[in-house]
């Protein structure tokens, strides 16, 4: 009589082992969910064809929570991803989908995780074609660290680049600033704030290409995530060797958001985001992206919130409601909530 | 949204500009205390609007950049204890003392949690009851009665293992010293909104009566802000001097008893070492002999070592309005909120951060 294998919720070091254990966990647990005919070869490799010009991106998850208000790490781990190729233009096609995950994760756990994988793949229509997952040591890692690569084709005559904004260029943001940030950061330990905030965490190759549907022309593709619009936007004006003026009451922020940021002593502009991009766009084709944007769901806070100017190349400045213009710098360190 | 717009309506800070600009003739210095107050001026660009004759100087309201070095090295001493848990506000991280900084010991192993009020501190001490968990207490009569009531807190469950390293300052005091020192030439006091709201306005009434200085107590948006600022033009046009409140809707004369008796419950004053100002009588706050169990100085037997101060730095005199970040040789260059030298350039109500951060109003494009 064959007996069964002990059950345990618990993912043990075991489960990484490259056993009967390992093999059971992908099977039972991560397969099923990301099912195509690519992956279910279950080669040492995928294989696929493609011709054209192709991008490729890779990007790390660390999220303390794992899940969070609007999203967890298997959803931010898709959406980075198929985002990062979507700023140069791209159409996203597959994914490699990497865990390291530490021992003592309940199964249940990785379930969600892999299940939020699969409808965000399943949203932005991309595959997961490849993978890996290992087990460390509790304390190797927090909970579970996540890797997608992803490749994706660039339509013909599609040359997004950061180094592409002109003067005169309008500048755009596809919505609110500073939700995801603030979202997790009300999960944290410690910190106990109610809010309804939902991080902005989503796919934005559907956005994208609608943009460029409408102006094929799009100079610069960016999504403000760690550090926020501020960081984005000096990175661009120093790779286009340019100056960029933003105008504050143009700027999109949710009231939650705002009194978030003025109780911990944050910024907005400085926030992370998950799911906005910054689009520098010639002058006349900026109205017809922006109306085309604010039909996207992702996108119907959009505003045109500045423009793109010759002489001090490098310079953000910030005209503030009160009339005045202040430089607006790229984040520096952790902003740390502050004392009084 | 509410009770925030209405405090950053263009049109009728344009108004309030235009009333100052009309209405100033006079040299008018005007010292903001806090360093809540610099971020905000320098955030909104306040300081671009203002007429020639109205200059604003940054004060030393800001608790991370006054916390002296000889402190800090108390902290990251006690920090490095065994078995000792040290909770502080986030801010205090980066600040670095003579030898070190709290990230940085850390980083070799001390266990340094942040927290974001002393009820969690007191919560990692009901969750370690065989760890003693230090409390490091830095700020102004805004912190110290909420660091009383976990004391009181504690002190009402039986926690012995909480204590608290008082490094907390008063405010008014540190004027004093400033005015007594006669090295600035001040025409106006921006007073601070939240410590006020504490304390209340009547603490300031020596500044206007004894050193003929007009005082607003003043919030924290640009409004409130332009407002304080016309009202302490039109005092000194006037040549007048007299405690005034722009922002009423957070201060009373009185201030807020309740909170003031706390503090007074468990702290007494005491004289207290600032960065800039060296020790100023009356302007700290210790734990009284009934709470001298919680007394972090007291509870452990740590040391320190020497006081010594980055060469180059001079935090000190900006802190004292002597001086603006931009005369300091490290500004921007060796000192940087990547790489701080001194504390401005740390806290985030740092004049060197909020300068280094936002142009020091004379930036446009």
Known sequence: MEMELPVSDRILMAHGSGGKLAHELIAKGVLPAL?????????????????????????????????????????????????????????????????????????????????????????????????????????????????????????????????????????????????????????????????????????????????????????????????????????????????????????????????????????????????????????????????????????????????????????????????ASRIVDMLVGDPLPRIC | MRFVDEYRRSDLAQAVIGRIRRGSTRKARLMEFCGGHTVAILRHGIRQLLPPTVEMLSGPGCPVCVTDNSDLDKAIALARLPRVILTTFGDMLKVRGSRSSLQEVRAEG??????????????????????????????????????????????????????????????????????????VDLQGLVCPGHVSAVIGSQPWEFVASEYGIPCVVSGFEPLDILQCIDMLVSQIEKGESRVEIAYRRGVHAEGNQRALELMYEVFEVCPAQWRGLGTVPGSGLRLRKEFAAFDAELAFDFDPGPTLHPKGCICGDILRAVKRPSDCQLFGRVCTPASPVGPCMVSSEGSCAACYQYGDGAAGE
């Open chain 2, 110 to 183: 001390a266990d340094v949690r942040t927290v974001y009020s002393t009820l969690d501190a007191l919560q990692v001490a009901r969750d370690n009851p065989g760890r003693p968990v230090v409390f490091l207490g830095v700020g102004f009569e805004t912190t110290a009665p909420t660091v009383a009531a976990s004391v009181l807190q504690a002190s009402r469950e039986g926690i012995n293992n909480y204590h608290v390293l008082s490094f907390h300052k008063l405010c008014p005091p540190a004027i004093r010293a400033i005015l007594d020192s006669g090295e």
């Open chain 1, 35 to 323: 099912s195509n005919p690519l992956l279910d070869r279950l080669d040492d490799a995928a294989v696929f064809e493609v011709s054209g010009r192709l991008a490729f991106t890779t990007d790390t998850y660390v999220v303390n929570p794992i899940f969070f208000p609007g999203g967890d790490i298997g959803r931010l781990a898709v959406c980075g991803t198929v985002n990062d190729l979507s700023m140069t233009g791209a159409v996203p096609l597959y994914l490699s989908l990497a865990f390291v995950i530490e021992e003592g994760l309940s199964q249940d756990e990785l379930g969600m995780v892999v299940s939020s994988v699969r409808q965000a793949a399943a949203e932005a229509g991309v595959q997961v074609v490849t993978g890996d997952t290992k087990v460390v040591n509790r304390g190797s890692v927090d909970k579970i660290f996540v890797n997608t690569g992803g490749v994706g084709l660039v339509p013909e005559a599609v040359e997004i680049s950061g180094s592409k904004a002109q003067p005169g260029d309008k500048v755009i943001v596809s919505g609110t600033l500073g939700d995801h940030g603030i979202a997790v950061l009300s999960q944290r330990e410690g910190l106990t704030f109610g809010t309804e905030l939902q991080s902005d965490c989503a796919p934005l190759n559907r956005l994208v290409a609608e943009m460029i549907e409408v102006s094929p022309r799009i100079h610069c593709l960016r999504d403000p995530t760690r550090g926020g619009l501020a960081t984005t936007l000096n990175e661009l004006a120093a790779q286009s060797r340019v100056s960029i003026r933003i105008y504050e009451e143009r700027l999109p922020v949710r009231d939650e958001v705002r009194a978030a940021c003025d109780m911990l002593g944050f910024d907005p502009l400085y926030v992370a985001n998950e799911g906005k991009l910054v689009a520098i766009v010639p002058p006349d084709d900026a109205e017809a992206v922006l109306d085309k944007m604010r039909r996207n769901r992702y996108a119907r806070d959009a505003a045109i919130i500045g423009e793109v100017g010759e002489a001090s190349p490098g310079r953000v400045v910030m005209k503030t409601r009160l009339g």
